[in-house]
């Protein structure tokens, strides 16, 4: 069956950097394109970034410039790669494949900014 697992997340001061990666199996993870949301206590889930099948990147505006998707396809993995972390970058972040529509989500990892 299909599993996502995300790891990396912890605590951060302001100013610095963290790396999640989210580890796939079940699928043919290199023809998907790969997602990170962000979800804080009683918001929405929020789309960070995606990275395409042919490794195209996008980014949410909030995050564009500091943070960086990418994906090795001989791991199936997807990373993201955070910089100059601000406290309103505190969430769980999740990964997932191919879309909201397939369900296909990790169990998340949480990413706290503090000093």
């Keep these: 069956q ?10 951060v001061q ?13 699928f043919t993870f290199s023809i ?6 962000r979800q804080t206590p009683g918001n929405e889930r929020e789309w960070v ?5 042919l490794r195209r990147t996008t980014y949410a505006d909030s995050v564009k410039g500091r943070f960086i998707i990418s994906r090795d396809n001989a791991k ?3 990373y993201l790669q955070m910089n100059s972390l601000k406290p309103e970058d505190t969430a769980v972040y999740y990964c997932n494949a191919g879309g909201t529509t397939t369900g ?9 900014v503090s000093s």
Excluded: F
Excluded at 2 to 11: A, C, D, H, R
Excluded at 14 to 26: D, H, W
Excluded at 32 to 37: D, G, K, R
């Design 14 to 26: 302001p100013g610095g950097s963290l790396r999640l990666s989210c580890a796939a199996s079940g």
């Design 32 to 37: 998907y394109a790969m997602y990170w949301y």
């Design 76 to 78: 199936n993995t997807v």
């Design 49 to 53: 970034a995606s990275i395409t099948a």
């Design 104 to 112: 296909y989500w990790g169990q998340g990892t949480q990413v706290t």
């Design 2 to 11: 299909v599993q996502l697992v995300e790891s990396g997340g912890g605590l």
